[in-house]
């Protein structure tokens, strides 16, 4: 048992030994990574990476901001550089720094010397390649150079001494017992000289690059085109040739890879294609990817009969795929999965009309095509006629003219209607008066319709919904003189959506809408707002205009037209007749 920790004693401090880590090492670093900045001075080389440092307090970093004061080389010029940024250091940085935001006034000199000056320099020592996953050793350029191995190793702003990691400083290298991805990037070394009586920290960059190994094992791998493959293409449009290939890691990379076509399969007979500038990327640690490209700017079948060829090599050996193009065939469309689907589409979206807009639909149906199969049904009265007196027009009424009655009425019954049209002047003085009145007359006396006035042939006292549904109930038509006056009247807009609704529930009833011209229909703004029943049926309902002041021509045409409009009247034609 003794003889076993005799063992252990004796072995501990070799491992401790080779795997650098030491505490009174570390504790001697870190009191001097500690030590106040104020009136220190800093020594670069032009050309190398520089980082400003920044203060800290007991395992705190206070971030600072540092500005010259205008001891440079260049005289007041301004300059501002945070601690920890890198930059390259030039001549026209040289100077005295403050720090005005610190709690104390901390300053420091840097001075930025040439190449030539150093008493040796070395390229080699300002880069370095490790591998992953192994120790390494980074040594301080310059140092053998000097007698003082003293040096402090920084990365990322932070000392490496104070790191979690397995690290030390042996006669100024830096040995790290185990290397990662994460250590690519620079390193600074700070060593102490003393110059005129004058202590400077020289500080040097040593650009750290970890590789995977020095040299790669295995050739390069293409992933696309994956083995031997044929591609479809379209005669008469350009096609692209492409290669992808994963290389392993090298440290100078120069990846090759190369199109070539072997003419009518022949391949003897091989020739190089123009290619596009390949693109590399880094993918991961241990590889790089590379994309080839080759146009071929028109297909013809000529190229059919071609084999084209990739290869890709590095100093392992290469890899070698091939591809042939054949003639694309176009699908037809619509396709047998086409029909279904657009069949499908094409109900749907007479669904959705159908949806949308069935209340219309309903409306010109029983407006249009169903009005005339009922018109022997006996009412009471033959139209219903809604209007509301408006203030008079200074421009005058339209001229009655009074047309043929239309439908198939005998040579005798047309002769009696035509004794019945054109006014004589006297009557066409009397006639210069409101539509509302106009209108009445003409249907009654002249026409002989049966004609119902709410105000007048409905017994007041009772409730005015009832009456107005019953009147329509006991009409055959209802005809509703549309203005702006109209639609804002409540009383006026509860007949028309009254009719409306009347003519979804009965086909019977004709509806007819006549704007009487003293506002168009798109600027009329009621209020209250119409309700959506009444909006959506004006759009759709038998509808015509009056226009006073028009010609004669223009207001025999409104005539006919209504004429059309109004239920048959064969019966009192003749009644007429006879009464004759």
């Not at 007979?269 to 991961?284: G, S, Y």
């Not at 640690?285 to 013809?300: P, Y």
């Not at 509806?511 to 011209?517: E, F, N, R, S, Y």
Request: proline fraction near 5%; charge should be neutral.
């Amino acid at each position: 048992m003794q003889m076993g920790y005799a063992v252990v004693i004796f072995i501990f401090p070799i491992v401790l030994e080779g795997c650098c880590v030491g505490y009174h090492q570390r504790t001697k670093i870190k009191t001097a990574a500690q030590q106040n900045i104020t009136h220190q001075y800093y020594r670069a080389v032009v050309g190398e990476v520089f980082t400003m440092p920044c203060l800290q307090y007991v395992n705190q970093h206070m971030e600072v901001g540092w500005s010259r004061t205008g001891e440079g080389s260049k005289g007041n010029e301004h300059l501002s550089v945070d601690c920890g940024r890198e930059f390259l250091a030039e001549a026209k940085h040289s100077g005295k720094y403050t720090c005005l935001t610190c709690g104390s006034k901390a300053s420091f000199h840097l001075q930025v010397v040439e190449k030539s000056s150093l008493k040796c320099f070395e390229t080699e020592e300002s880069s370095k390649y490790l591998l992953v996953g192994a120790g390494g050793e980074v040594s301080c350029p310059g140092l053998n150079c000097s007698n003082n191995t003293e040096v402090i190793w920084y990365k990322d702003n932070k000392a490496v001494s104070e790191q979690h990691r397995a690290s030390c400083v042996k006669n100024g290298q830096l040995h790290l017992c185990q290397v990662s991805e994460h250590d690519t990037g620079v390193f600074f070394c700070d060593r102490q000289i003393i110059e005129q009586g004058v202590k400077w920290s020289f500080r040097r960059a040593v650009n750290i690059t970890v590789i995977p190994h020095y040299t790669p094992s295995y050739p390069p791998r293409i992933i696309y085109p994956d083995g031997n493959m044929t591609e479809e293409v379209e005669l008469g449009q350009s096609h692209t040739l492409e290669c992808k290939i994963y290389f392993p890691f090298e440290i100078n990379f120069s990846p090759e890879v190369q199109w070539y076509v072997h003419y009518s399969g022949n391949m003897a007979n091989m020739t190089a294609l123009h290619m596009e500038i390949p693109q590399q990327e880094r993918v991961t640690l241990k590889e790089f990817k590379v994309t080839q490209r080759a146009i071929i700017k028109e297909v013809t079948p000529h190229h059919l009969n071609n084999t084209y060829t990739c290869i890709a090599s590095n100093t392992v050996g290469n890899t070698t795929v091939t591809i042939k193009l054949k003639k694309k065939h176009k699908v037809k469309w619509p396709s047998l999965v086409g029909y279904p689907v657009g069949s499908l589409l094409l109900v749907a979206g007479l669904g959705i009309v159908l949806h949308v807009k069935w209340l219309e639909l309903q409306l010109i149906y029983r407006s249009h095509f169903q009005h005339g199969k009922h018109n022997g049904d006996e009412k009471e009265f033959d139209v219903l006629l809604s209007y509301v007196w408006s203030p008079p027009s200074a421009d005058v009424e339209g001229v009655l003219t009074l047309s043929s009655p239309s439908g198939p009425d005998t040579d005798e019954v047309a002769a009696r209607l035509s004794s019945m049209a054109p006014l004589n002047s006297e009557e066409h003085k009397a006639t210069q008066r409101p539509l509302e009145v106009l209108l009445s007359q003409v249907l009654e006396d002249q026409w002989g319709y049966r004609l119902c006035l709410l105000e007048r042939d409905v017994l007041p006292g009772g409730a005015y919904t009832n009456d107005v549904v019953l009147a329509i109930q006991r009409s055959r038509m209802l005809i509703c003189l549309l203005s702006a006056d109209y639609l804002s009247n409540s009383n006026a807009v509860f007949v028309l959506e009254s009719g409306v609704q009347a003519l979804l529930q009965n086909s019977t009833l004709r509806v007819l809408l006549i704007w009487t011209g003293r506002a168009s229909a798109s600027l009329i703004q009621p209020d209250p707002p119409l309700p959506t029943l009444v909006k959506r049926a004006m759009k759709v309902l038998p509808s015509l205009d009056w226009t006073p002041g028009k010609s004669a021509r223009a207001t025999d045409k409104f005539w006919r037209s209504l004429r059309k409009s109004m239920p048959n009247q064969t019966v009192k034609l003749v009644s007429l007749m006879q009464g004759q």
